[in-house]
């Protein structure tokens, strides 16, 4: 078969642990209207290209690894684009309308350095999201509107510095997996008593919290379906009622100043 024929057919692009620092060494392997499917991780990419949405048959793009500071706006506009995997860069914002992603079902944004400052308005508004992955990041909090990921099955919040959880979370009923381990939590808002997540085909991680005492009991006793099980309690719903915000002492920051995604970042 001769060579030029072979590349006109090529629609998935690997090139792991190569050294690759800019986009403009591996352009010529591809195929802008034919590609579905490019793998860049364990390289050395600081950006991306905005012309990166030229790639309009592209369903999968994984770029893990890399030295990502910053993504392109355009990058949203990928018609086709179903899984995205930017885990284990160093990201501290995202672009303007990220959340415009036509189609888009999985979306890996772990261990980088991103807060709820780092979002754009229209993030929590993907329709077609189905899994998330936020863990080992910065967010004290989330959005309200964490409720329009109306489609959500798996949510990944482990390793962050969470003090709060949004109520809204508990209208995101087709969630299967909620993880939420590692942070600062002492309660959890009744509301997500709502939601299916004790059982065989479900993952609840709720581990290394500071909880209340009577939380912390609960898991101590019967793990995370014990916690499940008392915050769907009118006992519990009417203590949670009643406890001012700042009537539980704000647990401290774990240090992560060794971070990998915080490695040759310049303080501003």
């Known amino acids: ?28 392997l ?18 991306l290209p905005a012309n990166i949405a ?15 500071e910053e993504l392109p706006s355009s990058i949203s506009s990928l018609p086709k684009l179903k899984i995205l995997n930017i885990g284990m860069n160093k990201l501290t914002i995202l672009p303007r309308g990220f959340g ?38 910065d967010f004290e909090m989330l ?23 949004p ?10 997996e909620l993880h939420i381990q590692g942070n600062r939590l002492a309660m959890i808002p009744p509301e997500l008593g709502n939601l299916e997540l004790i059982g065989s085909k479900q993952v609840l991680r709720l581990e290394h919290n500071p909880f209340i005492p009577r939380l912390q009991e609960q898991f101590d006793a019967n793990g995370a379906a014990g916690v499940w099980s008392h915050i769907r309690t009118d006992d519990y719903r009417y203590f949670f009622g009643r406890q001012e915000p700042s009537s539980t002492p704000v647990p401290p920051k774990r240090n992560k100043e060794k971070k990998v995604s915080r490695k040759g970042i310049q303080q501003a």
């Not at 590609?35 to 950006?47: C, D, Q, V």
């Open 1 to 28: 078969m001769p060579k030029d024929k072979k590349k006109e057919e090529v629609t998935e692009v690997e090139h792991v642990d190569r050294n690759i620092t800019t986009f403009s060494q591996i352009s010529h």
């Open 100 to 137: 415009s992603f036509p189609v888009l079902e999985i979306l890996d944004l772990t261990y980088n350095n991103l807060s709820e400052r780092s979002l754009p308005g229209n993030f929590f508004f993907m329709k077609t999201l189905r899994a998330l992955y936020l863990g080992d990041n």
């Open 143 to 165: 959005p309200g509107d964490v409720e329009n990921l109306e489609n959500l099955q798996v949510l990944v919040l482990r390793e962050n510095d969470l003090l709060t959880l």
């Open 54 to 68: 030229d790639l309009i048959s592209l369903t999968s793009l994984n770029l893990w690894n890399n030295q990502i």
């Open 167 to 176: 109520r809204e979370l508990g209208k995101l009923t087709r969630l299967r």
């Open 30 to 47: 591809i195929e802008a209207e034919t590609i579905t499917r490019l793998t860049l991780s364990h390289n050395k990419l600081t950006a």
